[in-house]
């Protein structure tokens, strides 16, 4: 793994300052003067979290706009690398402790995931976990099974690189599957429980993959007889 830089830190960290400042002022100018009782101290502080977090997703949003995630090899030193190791550094710090804790409810992550940039199509659903959500998209009816994993980055030794992942329409990713960077699943396909789906897979509509690695264990149901004993 390449080393994130002091430049990477100190930019990340000035961001982070920003959302707790912007935080704590919008929560005093929203709630500072309301009358709370006795439960003043939790709500200013359960308000206060939330604040801070809606911040973050907006600086968040504005530095990516600025500095775009690149998809391809990035090369050390970059702008992109730049990007990626400050996107890193968000997850790391900020977003893992929302997304990995099952604390929130399913269609609660859904908007965090799209507040993070990813694109969900309509009642598509996670309860798996995005890494990297603003190079995400799917489409309309989709569920990514229980501790799934999309992750859209390679780090590799040495090697960093990003790839979007992209979902049709009705797909199912299996419960605890992990699908790595640069994969396109088609409309109506299944990856099965448990599936590791190598990077630049490309899986067919209809498809059924399974297996570590995952190969494919159904064909599509429009695909020619001689397509399905020829390729993987
Ligand atoms: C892949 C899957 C769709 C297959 O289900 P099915 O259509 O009922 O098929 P079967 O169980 O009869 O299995 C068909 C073949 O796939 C294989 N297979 C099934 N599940 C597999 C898995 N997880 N990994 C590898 N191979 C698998 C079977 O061994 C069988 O192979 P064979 O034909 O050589 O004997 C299903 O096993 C699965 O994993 N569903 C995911 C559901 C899920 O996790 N949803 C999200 C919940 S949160």
Same mark, same amino acid.
């Given at each position: 793994?390449?080393?994130?830089?002091?430049?990477?830190?100190?930019?990340?960290?000035?961001?982070?300052?920003?959302?707790?400042?912007?935080?704590?002022?919008?929560?005093? $100018?929203? %709630?500072?003067?309301?009358? +709370? @009782?006795?439960?003043? #101290?939790?709500?200013?502080?359960? &308000? =206060? /979290?939330?604040?801070?977090?809606?911040?973050?997703?907006?600086?968040?949003?504005?530095?990516?706009?600025?500095?775009?995630?690149?998809?391809?090899?990035?090369?050390?030193?970059?702008?992109?690398?730049?990007?990626?190791?400050?996107?890193?550094?968000?997850?790391?710090?900020?977003?893992?402790?929302?997304?990995?804790?099952?604390?929130?409810?399913?269609?609660? $992550?859904? %908007?965090?995931?799209?507040? +993070? @940039?990813?694109?969900? #199509?309509?009642?598509?659903?996670? &309860? =798996? /976990?995005?890494?990297?959500?603003?190079?995400?998209?799917?489409?309309?009816?989709?569920?990514?099974?229980?501790?799934?994993?999309?992750?859209?980055?390679?780090?590799?030794?040495?090697?960093?690189?990003?790839?979007?992942?992209?979902?049709?329409?009705?797909?199912?990713?299996?419960?605890?599957?992990?699908?790595?960077?640069?994969?396109?699943?088609?409309?109506?396909?299944?990856?099965?429980?448990?599936?590791?789906?190598?990077?630049?897979?490309?899986?067919?509509?209809?498809?059924?993959?399974?297996?570590?690695?995952?190969?494919?264990?159904?064909?599509?149901?429009?695909?020619?007889?001689?397509?399905?004993?020829?390729?993987?």
């Amino acid at each position: 793994m390449r080393q994130i830089t002091p430049a990477q830190i100190a930019t990340f960290l000035v961001l982070l300052a920003l959302a707790l400042a912007l935080g704590v002022a919008t929560t005093w $100018l929203v %709630l500072g003067r309301a009358p +709370l @009782g006795d439960f003043r #101290g939790v709500v200013l502080v359960a &308000a =206060g /979290v939330v604040f801070i977090y809606l911040w973050a997703f907006a600086i968040y949003r504005l530095f990516l706009r600025v500095f775009p995630l690149q998809e391809g090899e990035l090369p050390e030193g970059s702008r992109a690398e730049f990007a990626a190791q400050v996107n890193i550094l968000f997850y790391l710090m900020l977003f893992n402790s929302l997304i990995r804790t099952h604390f929130l409810p399913v269609p609660l $992550l859904r %908007l965090v995931y799209q507040a +993070l @940039g990813a694109r969900f #199509g309509r009642n598509s659903y996670s &309860a =798996g /976990v995005l890494l990297d959500p603003p190079l995400v998209e799917m489409g309309d009816n989709c569920i990514i099974g229980h501790d799934a994993a999309l992750f859209c980055h390679a780090i590799e030794g040495r090697r960093f690189a990003l790839g979007r992942i992209r979902l049709g329409h009705n797909v199912t990713i299996g419960a605890t599957a992990v699908v790595m960077s640069d994969v396109s699943i088609g409309d109506g396909a299944i990856v099965s429980a448990g599936a590791v789906v190598r990077k630049g897979t490309r899986i067919g509509a209809g498809e059924v993959w399974g297996g570590v690695p995952a190969k494919r264990l159904r064909p599509g149901p429009d695909q020619p007889v001689e397509e399905i004993y020829t390729s993987p």
